[in-house]
């Protein structure tokens, strides 16, 4: 599975998924998108799901997963 954590998501995190590949946002140069955008260019990179870290004031978050096709 290709995971993509973005901006908020504690990196070590990593270790507990073990056997997938997971980038972070910095890593594939999309640091700069917002929530929307983030979520489409990682669809259309094939990533599997997308964590989220909440921020201040944000509700907790989770994930999202894209579906596939």
């Known amino acids: ?4 954590f973005d901006q908020g998501t504690p ?3 990593r270790k507990f998924l073990s056997g997938h590949e ?9 640091s700069t998108l917002l ?6 260019v990682a669809e259309e990179a ?4 997308l964590l989220r870290g909440t921020e201040r ?3 907790p978050g989770g994930a999202t997963i894209a579906p596939r096709n």
């Open 22 to 30: 997971v980038k972070t946002a910095y890593q594939q140069g999309w």
């Open 35 to 40: 929530n929307g955008d983030l979520l489409r």
């Open 11 to 13: 990196v070590p995190l």
């Open 57 to 59: 004031g944000e509700p």
């Open 1 to 4: 599975m290709r995971i993509l």
């Open 46 to 49: 094939g990533f599997d799901l």
